[in-house]
């Protein structure tokens, strides 16, 4: 794979750089203040592995409003009640359980493919064999015969030799069943159990019964020596019992040194059998579950035709190519030719080839972009039914309702949100907006922290961002002109590496958001929104900044404002220019030990008792710090 190939799959799962280089309708530095990530964590009620992925993909506002009213169609046309979203969600539901299969092939040390990699030729020229069913399939039929070899040649050694040899010395048919019967029998101390005569061959080859062994220690070997030790001085009636005692002692270790050996030689090769039986088992269950998931992915994609947007998305398209020819990359014909073979038809059986599972674990593991492109199309897939169920299922809720957002043409940019909410607020309250056209085209919003000021601008934000992506929001209608870009200037941090302050920090984030509205071409649309900007320095520079800003962005036509401030100058451009509101949020007096109440309800007008009542406004400070 070349060194642009694999930045790219990097790229594609490193979500900040995603936003940033996939995404110019928002910057990194705004997505993160507009809390867009945690969006999509709050929305993600997807199935597969890559659901998330792909709903982040999903997220990214698009540069088109074609492709936008594409995805408003195609939700649609995925209501639950809906034959295709029933379809779609049958085939998620299947694949979320094959997938299962994939994980051991990304795992860096997965015992069973460590396991796996002994099967295989390991010699140089032999290596090429790795590629041919066929030699793999000879390699294993030969691990076997050998395996079964040395177990039958174990097992005639223990004494069963013997039977076949005298069958074929008398002339008829070996009895297999009184072969087992000597060989289990003839080790035991009874002497009428086991077969006389006794030689160093047979002790040797381990044929020899214990009392064959016992003979040779006390009548040919021990007695004579003892005899010779003691030169004939002490009697034999002495001597008996001592070559006796120790015929018996040899005998009996020898016999069981033997019988150790021979019983450790049948339990190897047993082990070594059942565990290559099990060895390929797993494989091919393993591999019969992954063709599986080809099959039901394929089936996926091809039911996803019907879905314009899903349809249309290059990641589903070159998973549907991929699977449909291959020719292009013949190791990966190879791959999806092997899995819809016979062999992985069905998940237990014994007769299948051995080779064709080696050889498609092995292109497996080469291929392994293959499968997570495949992951990748069914995660879209998933992840665009999971915005359409959220849709479908929340569009008529009372309080916190979702709506297909109206785009309209205008000579400048436009904002209407009914009944708005921010859904990572666990009790939302919703607002209404109304920016542009007859309305003021910039908003100047004021009164004290914890009054919701900051929530309603990264309400107007999120449901300005996901305008661009899904085409629904949340909100019980909302008409706006196409924007270009949302960008937002909430919590510049300093940089000491940089030098930067925090004020410096905030005067430089603010610079590039004038910038950015006077290089925006006069047909695009960008929204601007400003938290207490200028904060860091003096009330009485700030005010007079914060005045100048918004003046500033009165002569950018194509740029809509929204600004939160805490001073009182800024209040004065509605009455200067014109084209400026100022909005409030509610606080009303309370009573008892909760002298004010946050309505956090949008209200026309400066907070003017923020300004001259020094009481309240002191009271409410220390009030809300509680």
């Known amino acids: 794979m070349s060194l642009f190939k694999k930045l790219f799959l990097f790229v594609s799962f490193a979500f900040q750089s995603v936003v940033s280089a996939q995404a110019p309708f928002v910057d990194a530095d705004s997505w993160r203040e507009l809390q867009m990530s945690s969006y999509i964590k709050q929305f993600d009620k997807t199935i597969t592995n890559q659901g998330f992925w792909g709903l982040a993909q999903w997220s990214m506002p698009v540069a088109h409003l074609d492709e936008i009213k594409k995805r408003q169609e195609s939700i649609a046309l995925c209501a639950p009640s809906e034959a295709i979203a029933t379809q779609l969600d049958t085939l998620l539901s299947d694949i979320k359980e094959k997938e299962k299969a994939l994980a051991p092939y990304f795992e860096e040390h997965n015992e069973l493919n460590q396991q796996a990699q002994g099967l295989y030729f390991q010699w140089g020229i032999f290596k090429k064999g790795n590629d041919h069913p066929q030699a793999l399939e000879a390699a294993y039929a030969l691990d076997v015969f050998g395996s079964v070899q040395t177990f039958a040649a174990t097992l005639l050694m223990a004494g069963f030799g013997k039977e076949v040899f005298a069958s074929m010395a008398e002339g008829r048919p070996i009895d297999w069943k009184n072969s087992y019967r000597h060989y289990a029998t003839q080790h035991s101390f009874e002497q009428k159990l086991y077969q006389p005569g006794a030689s160093w061959g047979l002790i040797a080859a381990g044929n020899a019964t214990f009392k064959d062994t016992y003979a040779w220690y006390g009548n040919e070997a021990l007695l004579p020596l003892l005899q010779k030790a003691t030169m004939h001085v002490v009697s034999d009636s002495v001597l008996q019992p001592v070559s006796t005692c120790l015929a018996v002692l040899g005998a009996g270790a020898w016999r069981a040194w033997q019988d150790w050996n021979i019983l450790k030689g049948v339990y190897n090769n047993y082990t070594h059998l059942t565990g290559l039986f099990r060895l390929y088992g797993t494989l091919q269950q393993r591999l019969v579950a992954v063709a599986r998931y080809v099959e039901q992915v394929q089936a996926l994609c091809a039911c996803a035709q019907q879905v314009p947007a899903l349809a249309a998305h290059p990641t589903i398209k070159k998973a549907q190519r991929l699977m449909s020819t291959c020719q292009h990359d013949a190791s990966v014909q190879k791959l999806f030719d092997l899995l819809a073979s016979d062999t992985f038809r069905q998940e237990e059986s014994w007769w299948y080839s051995r080779g064709n599972v080696l050889t498609a674990h092995k292109l497996l593991l080469e291929n392994k972009q293959v499968i997570t492109q495949l992951q990748q199309a069914a995660g879209l897939v998933d992840a665009f039914i999971a915005i359409a169920h959220l849709f479908h299922t929340q569009k008529d809720d009372a ?101 930067l302050s925090t004020f410096m920090a905030q005067k430089e984030r603010l610079n590039a958001c004038l910038e950015r509205a006077q290089q925006t071409h006069e047909q695009q649309r960008v929204l601007f929104l400003l938290d207490e900007p200028y904060r860091g320095t003096i009330a009485a520079e700030a005010d007079r900044r914060v005045y100048a800003l918004g003046k500033a962005f009165t002569q950018q036509s194509q740029a809509m404002l929204l600004c939160a401030t805490h001073l009182e100058m800024p209040t004065k451009l509605a009455e200067d220019t014109g084209i400026f509101t100022n909005k409030q949020m509610t606080i009303i007096d309370g009573a008892g030990d909760a002298p004010f109440k946050c309505l956090y309800r949008l209200a026309d007008g400066p907070a003017t008792w923020w300004f001259n009542d020094i009481d309240r406004r002191i009271a409410f400070i220390d009030w809300v710090h509680e």
């Not at 436009?414 to 085209?441: E, K, Q, R, Y």
């Not at 999120?462 to 924007?483: E, N």
Request: proline residues 7%.
């Open 399 to 499: 309080h916190t309702p979702w709506c297909y957002v109206q785009f309209i043409e205008a000579d400048t940019p436009l904002v209407h949100i009914t009944d708005g909410w921010l859904p990572l607020i666990a009790h939302p309250v919703s607002n209404s907006l109304f920016l542009g056209d007859a309305d003021a085209a910039h908003m100047m919003l004021t009164g004290p922290n914890g009054g919701g000021k900051s929530s309603l601008l990264k309400m107007v934000g999120g449901v300005t961002t996901l305008a661009h992506a899904w085409g629904i929001v949340p909100a019980r209608a909302c008409i706006m002109t196409f924007f270009h870009g949302v960008m937002t200037s909430f919590d510049p941090k300093e940089d000491l590496s940089r030098g």
